[in-house]
T-cell receptor
Framework: EAGVVQSPRYKIIEKKQPVAFWCNPISGHNTLYWYRQNLGQGPELLIRYENEEAVDDSQLPKDRFSAERLKGVDSTLKIQPAELGDSAVYLC?????????????FGPGTRLTVL | RKEVEQDPGPFNVPEGATVAFNCTYSNSASQSFFWYRQDCRKEPKLLMSVYSSGNEDGRFTAQLNRASQYISLLIRDSKLSDSATYLCVVNDPDTGNQFYFGTGTSLTVIP
């Protein structure tokens, strides 16, 4: 079974440029998460989708970040314009609640460097 | 107060040693707990899930203490390949589908 797919794996941009990340979750997983992870820290949630609905975006910096999951499957996270402090690894994860169990699985992440 | 707290370490142990990590959580109503392993420059990978009092898988044992609100991970007979960061994750009981992460505990197994 294919895992969570993310692209690109690496991205280097100059500040003030836009950037977009793509994620395709595990087939059948209705919950999708975008996290940001800085060095030496655990992942921090940016946004969580239940199907196509964003149910928790309280930690998403809405002045520059946006996300969409139009058909409840794959998702895109965008930053415009990027700032130096946005350099981090952006992780996508998906999960499926089944019989009371809920485990999330991560994609390989996109490592963003803003110069 | 953070939802999940871990000792960041680093833990440096010799091969064959037994090592234990603790993780405390703040919400007493939490029901699901997880340990993830994260290698350098890789994504977190699920190591163990804990839904009741504990779980065991080979050399790895996770134990849950609800009264004291902590989860532990015990690694016996440490291997060089166990060197990684171990993330403690707790499920938010209110939303069900939100997870809180600790900052991770770094383990290095030394030959």
């Amino acid at each position: 079974e294919a895992g969570v797919v993310q692209s690109p794996r690496y991205k280097i941009i100059e500040k003030k440029q836009p950037v977009a990340f793509w994620c395709n979750p595990i087939s059948g997983h209705n919950t999708l998460y975008w996290y940001r992870q800085n060095l030496g820290q655990g992942p921090e949630l940016l946004i969580r989708y239940e199907n196509e609905e964003a149910v928790d975006d309280s930690q998403l910096p809405k002045d520059r970040f946006s996300a969409e999951r139009l058909k409840g499957v794959d998702s895109t996270l965008k930053i415009q314009p990027a700032e130096l402090g946005d350099s981090a690894v952006y992780l996508c994860a998906s999960s499926l609640v089944f019989a009371g169990y809920n485990e999330q699985f991560f994609g390989p992440g996109t490592r963003l460097t803003v110069l | 107060r953070k939802e999940v707290e871990q000792d960041p370490g680093p833990f440096n142990v010799p091969e064959g040693a037994t090592v234990a990590f603790n993780c405390t959580y703040s919400n007493s109503a939490s029901q699901s707990f997880f340990w993830y392993r994260q290698d350098c420059r890789k994504e977190p990978k699920l190591l163990m899930s804990v839904y009741s009092s504990g779980n065991e898988d080979g050399r790895f044992t996770a134990q849950l203490n609800r009264a004291s609100q902590y989860i532990s991970l015990l690694i016996r007979d440490s291997k060089l390949s166990d060197s990684a960061t171990y993330l403690c994750v707790v499920n938010d009981p209110d939303t069900g589908n939100q997870f809180y992460f600790g900052t991770g505990t770094s383990l290095t197994v030394i030959p």
